[in-house]
């Protein structure tokens, strides 16, 4: 680009005085004309280095090649095959339940959401398994990580993970908030009692257990008033637990 106005010409007179003559009858059409003499101007006073900057073509979205496959067999060997690499114990410290109950809860999530099921991509690539968003979304839950943290190991994108931590949200909520999210009933509270009174304390319902939960991400204005003497931010969670 030698200058920019050689990019962006101005009309000459001829032209400009024959539209300015055939638009006089013409108020929207001399409205539209004005406006293109003023972007014009503006873009021949600019430097030919932000003039190329402004008509940039925006490029194309990084496309990378995960291998979701590897990942896939990596995570059944590591903790769901038969002879697994970790002991069942590891497999509830990381994933913060059983193996049996993430199995049953991933079998009712894949029933219910279509989206947790494996699916070809327009390639006929076979997409995340429901096993690496089940266990992607759990994570977040557990540990409160950033949605990118898992990509070197389960080899999913941030914006994927959110997808797959709202999906999974929403899911639980609209397959166990009726059985479970719910104030007690007279048989919870007959069978909480009767089991209380069994283990020497008759009349309770159930205990207060509490734990601090650190808050990486509070806000600067809250520090004040959730730390503690960990000297961490943290928030507190309470459940009364049977």
């Not at 995570?75 to 990381?94: A, G, I, S, V, W």
Request: net charge negative.
């Amino acid at each position: 680009m030698a200058s920019s106005s050689q990019a962006f010409p101005l009309a000459d007179s001829n032209s400009s005085s024959s539209s300015s003559s055939s638009s006089e009858g013409d108020p929207f059409g001399a409205l539209i004309q004005q406006d293109q003499d003023e972007f014009y101007e503006i873009m021949n006073s600019m430097r030919p280095e932000i003039v190329e900057q402004v008509f940039q073509v925006r490029k194309k979205k990084r496309y990378i090649h995960r291998d979701r496959e590897g990942s896939h067999y990596q995570l059944m060997k590591d903790y769901f095959n038969e002879n697994c690499t970790y002991p069942p114990e590891y497999c509830h410290r990381q994933f913060k339940m059983l193996r049996e109950i993430f199995l049953r809860i991933l079998n009712d999530v894949k029933a219910f959401d279509d989206y947790f099921v494996q699916k070809k991509d327009a390639t006929g690539r076979l997409g995340l398994s429901s096993i690496q968003k089940m266990t992607t979304a759990v994570r977040i839950l557990a540990y409160g990580c950033a949605a990118d943290h898992y990509d070197e190991y389960i080899k999913i994108g941030e914006s994927t993970a959110i997808k797959c931590l709202k999906a999974f949200f929403n899911t639980i909520v609209a397959l166990y908030a009726e059985e479970y999210m719910r104030p007690p009933n007279e048989a919870d509270i007959t069978r909480l009692l009767e089991e209380g009174e069994q283990r020497g304390f008759p009349s309770m319902l159930g205990s207060i257990n509490c734990m601090h939960w650190e808050w990486k991400n509070c806000p600067v204005e809250w520090q004040g008033t959730h730390r503690g003497r960990s000297g961490k931010n943290t928030l507190v969670l309470e459940a009364v637990a049977s």
